[in-house]
């Protein structure tokens, strides 16, 4: 699956979704991640819808964003989008939150990730 991380340093998840500049996208598998691309969102429109979908857009194709913050309109057209956002409460590794999903996916994972996982699957069958 693609997970991309809202980040000012490519190391942590320190940013407010609406207001990244650039997000981190990983493939992740059972086996571990990669680093697939840096996507570059410069643009800061002064509308807040397109803003918002200036940034859906450029994540498209991904099925997690990990953000600092993120606005309830915002979430709720990256959920339509088929993209769940997860929010931490402080900044925190890109590396600690990939561990944490491959260990989710080698064991028992949540519903949402199972989801995630069978949606991927009929996709790519």
């Excluded at 994540?59 to 953000?67: E, H, K, P, R």
């Amino acid at each position: 699956m693609k997970v991309a991380f809202a980040t000012k340093d490519l190391v942590s998840v320190d940013e407010h979704f609406g207001w990244a500049k650039q997000f981190a996208v990983y493939d992740i598998t059972k086996d571990g991640f990669t680093l697939t691309e840096v996507v570059k969102s410069e643009d800061s429109p002064e509308i807040e819808d397109e803003k918002i979908n200036s940034k859906i857009a450029a994540i498209q194709g991904c099925s997690i964003v990990y953000c600092q913050a993120i606005g309830p309109t915002a979430a709720a057209r990256v959920v339509k989008a088929q993209i769940h956002p997860i929010k931490v409460e402080k900044a925190i590794p890109i590396e600690e939150a990939l561990n944490s999903l491959v260990a989710m996916l080698n064991g028992n994972p949540p519903p949402w990730i199972k989801r995630i996982v069978a949606r991927e699957e009929g996709l790519s069958a």
